[in-house]
């Protein structure tokens, strides 16, 4: 029976049900993921707020000069468990607890920015004749933080362990090219590889010579051996870094100079802080707010957007980044191309990725979901110093083949030619009547994913595809991507360098569609053309000091490369990264390119100390107190 | 006195089959989302700029964590681990010990989040009193109640972030994050207790604030209502003070519900606050939980929920043994129950 009350009942129940449906949408993801190659934007438009206000200036006494002596990092995630510094556990993140940055030492630096090869613990490398070994001659002098000298045996030692324990970090890579490691005598050391390679000193995950981010650690003999390399936790790291632990905790990590540093004897220099810290200190509200505090000198990659730098930079004039006006961020070494599905038709025919990339329109994509800290990209390397000789050697290709060009109608014929015809409702179809549409996976927790995103689906829908954009994280994403069940994804292309982003196309990490693929650039666009394989594996044999030859391998690989297409190059990626110089000075920016500014690398133990230039000899660089 | 007795043996067999089950659920359930928890390792991997030997790796890992073995074997063996109190190993954060990872967490969130429910369920409650027996008689007590709501509505990390920006940015009271200051080591002293308490005021405010609505609005509902009750009236008419007819009578009963709420309220502070906890950073268990969860890292899943249903059902139960001895009522009607 219906009564009053029963309708009431039912009325209140389907409110109830709105509600909460209504409530079901999905939550804002605040917490950050530790990735050295990300910048987050936001988009505002409105005009800078009129009343500026300041902090209340904090009066100098002991705190002050304590402040002046330290360095202050800030971080952009919480560590997990601050007891476990292991180097080698695949949970434990170098970069974000700072070990690998003021602890470790390693062989060489690369200086990607000014293309140097520095040699650090290192003092020079030769390979014999058919690059099947590599003898590398230690410095004289190098020591541990608690005085122990290094060694040709800590190096067998590591190298011993790594082949032995699978599970360590990158020690699979190094089971793949070395054979093993041997003492020559108290300052030399001999690597017997398993393949010959004349690029085995660049490759990071196999020689202790730091590319991007970092390097194979030395560890030392004396404190792990004994130990299980997987779960020693190695509380109290010993490096032979200029400085030790003091303290560790969860949002924290703390360390003081070690004064009796063996390059302060060798090289007669002393890094300038007493204290270097890293702090997470929250969301990018706290960041910014500390920065504009001057309580921090630098955060990490990836925490501050423009917006935010924008802001503190108009309170705080000691605030800048490494261009003074747009685009203000430096190159980050890994450009953003969009990953194209290769092994599902119709874009398995390049004609399809070719009005894919006519379709696309960089620059608003610069404009709108980068705010103009971009440049759109022709190809899948940086705009580095270093490369001018390859993107020269093939100005007639880059000519030949517009891979940046914005133009509908191209691509209208492109997808004619290849059967499909527009429908009314706007949308290409093929000759059956199937749409053209596109899953578009995007890593959910990274606004630059998400911004590009929205930009790029409107575009490609305006272009007549069908756009799905899939949104994940975590397993899920990294599941979904290496078994190909994408169309489109825009990625990282690591680690930039030359050869190494042209074997990422390698017919040799080619697996069906639904296998794992080695790495998400690592082909899991599944590309195969033999033609082309074989031009890189020569070059996989030439030295890269032999420019005749590779540039010469390089252009006859981009014949092949820029026909097929197979992923669009899109934009280089920024790098925004703050520096305060109310108490620091020195860094590098774009008028003065000693370095990179890259906190979260390894190197950075050199843009705090310098280093010495390997042409000259003259110390290059190194943080100051400001005023000095 | 065998009645009570026998209720709380029953009370406490519930409460080993609550976890049990929970404990069950929460082991098959996660495994059912798609994706791989070792794609939590290849991230990892991938945020230090690619790795050639990742496979190889994961491989090794799903050995390791005996993920290649079968639903049931899994299960089986984590049972018996569980029942020798080894929680595990994180599976992205190994070889850190599942049990490394509460310790580490759970004194902040348990210190801040039991401390701050505490203190505003007490404010809320005395306050929530007061408001409402002098109810329309007084216009300041009457203002209090919109000011209750916008507290108990006021999104809560919109608030949280104002605190920082008077208090930690402008005014420079206090600090901007953390749990105490960096350099300081965490020893049993004066100072790092002072320091973690100067800390603690910006991330406890914030929360008190929120909550303290909750408990007011309910505290003075109850009263009301209770206003009207029999033995209200003839205390009155007895002769006695407002003030002893307020704290003696009706605060007494309206007590009643409050504790089961704060009860289970503290029950459920091992949750974690996530919000809290990312602005302030606050190194406590809800970005641990958050974490685990998006990184499908099952162990610690496992670990953390069984603390949150443990701490509950610890909860619960406490109530069931608490109400029989402050509400006389109770216990007198345990005879009917079955």
Partial sequence: ?628 | MVAYLRYLLERFVILVATVFISVTIVFFVPRLVPGDPLGAVFLKLASMGGSAGAPELVAEYRRMFGLDRSLWEQYVSFLRELARGNLGYSISSFPSHVSDLLRISLPWTIGLLTVTTIISWALGSLIGAVVGWRGTKSRFFQALVPVALVLYTIPYYILAIILVFLFAFLWRMFPLSGAYSPGLRPVLSLDFALDVLKHAVLPASSIILVSLGWWFLSMRSLITSLKGEDYILQAEAKGLTNRRILWAYAFRNAMLPQVTGLAISLGHTVGGALITEVIFAYPGLGWLIYNSVTGLDFPVIQGCVLLIVFAVALANFAIDVVYPLIDPRIRYGQAGRG
């Fill in chain 1, 1 to 628: 029976m219906v009564t009053s009350k029963n309708r009431m009942i039912v009325i209140a129940l389907v409110a109830v049900i709105a509600i909460v449906l209504s409530a079901c949408a999905p939550k804002e993801v605040i917490v950050t993921k530790e990735v050295p190659v990300e910048v987050t934007t936001v988009v505002e438009v409105e005009k800078p707020v009129e009343v500026v206000v300041t902090p209340t200036p904090v009066p100098p006494g002991a705190e002050q000069l304590a402040r002046a002596e330290t360095l202050n990092l800030a971080l952009s995630g919480r560590i997990a468990d601050p007891t476990n510094l292991n180097i080698y556990a695949p949970g434990v993140s170098r970069s974000g607890t700072g070990i690998h940055q003021v602890i470790y030492e390693y062989f060489f630096y690369q200086n990607l920015q000014t293309g140097e090869y520095i040699p650090w613990i290192a003092e020079s490398y030769e390979y014999n004749a058919d690059f099947t070994t590599i003898t590398v001659k230690l410095r004289d002098g190098v020591e541990w933080s608690d005085g122990e000298p290094f060694t040709p045996e800590d190096v067998v030692f590591t190298y011993d362990t790594l082949l032995a324990n699978p599970g360590m970090t990158w020690a699979a890579e190094v089971s793949k090219w070395v054979e093993s490691v041997e003492k020559v005598d108290d300052l030399t050391v001999k690597f017997n590889l398993k393949q010959a390679s004349p690029r085995y000193h660049l490759n990071r995950e196999a020689f202790p010579g730091v590319g991007i981010w970092g390097g194979i650690t030395i560890l030392p003999k004396h404190i792990w051996e004994g130990q299980d390399p997987l779960t020693f936790k190695s509380s109290d790291p010993i490096g032979t870094g200029a400085y030790t632990l003091a303290n560790a905790s969860a949002t924290v990590m703390t360390y003081e100079r070690n004064d009796n540093w063996w390059g302060t004897k060798v090289f007669g220099v002393t890094p300038a802080p007493k204290t270097i810290s890293f702090q997470y200190l929250g969301p990018e509200t706290n960041v910014a707010l500390a920065l504009a505090a001057n309580e921090i000198d630098s955060p990490f990659i990836g925490i501050l957007s423009l917006g935010s730098f924008l802001e503190v930079a108009r309170r705080n004039p000691n605030v800048s980044a490494w261009h003074k006006d747009a685009p203000y961020a430096w190159l980050d070494p890994c450009p953003r191309p969009l990953m194209v599905q290769n092994a599902t038709p119709p874009w398995d025919k390049a004609e399809a990725r070719w009005a894919l990339s006519y379709l696309i329109d960089r620059q608003a994509i610069v404009n709108l979901a980068y705010e103009g800290t971009t440049v759109p990209s022709w190809g899948i390397w940086p705009f580095y110093d270093g490369n001018t000789p390859y993107f020269d050697a093939i100005q007639d290709l880059r000519d030949q083949y517009p891979t940046d060009v914005y133009d509908p109608a191209k691509a209208a014929e492109l997808f004619e030619s290849i059967g499909y015809t527009k429908g009314a409702d706007g949308y290409w179809a093929s000759a059956s009547g199937e749409r053209l549409k596109v899953r578009y996976l995007v890593e959910s927790s990274s606004t630059e994913e998400m911004k590009v995103s929205a930009v790029l689906a409107d575009q490609l829908e305006a272009g007549g595809i069908e756009v799905e954009v899939q949104p994940m994280t975590g397993g899920v994403l990294s599941d979904a991507i290496l078994r190909g069940e994408y169309e489109i994804k825009l990625h990282s292309f690591c680690p930039g360098y030359i050869f190494d982003n042209l074997d990422l196309f390698n017919g040799k990490y080619y697996v069906p569609l639904g296998e794992p693929a080695p790495w998400y650039e690592r082909n899991s666009f599944r590309y195969n053309n033999p033609a082309f394989d074989a031009i890189v594996d020569e070059m996989a044999g030439t030295p890269p000091t032999d420019m005749e030859k590779t540039t010469d391998q390089f252009h006859r690989a981009m014949e092949i490369w820029f026909k097929d297409l197979p992923v669009i190059p899109m934009v280089q990626a920024p790098a925004l990264v703050p520096f305060n110089t109310t108490y620091w000075e020195g860094w590098p920016s774009a008028d003065n390119p000693w370095n990179m500014p890259v906190s979260w690398w390894a190197t950075f133990t050199l843009v705090v100390t310098g280093y010495p230039s390997p042409e000259t000899g003259e110390w290059v660089g190194g943080i100051r107190p400001a005023g000095q």
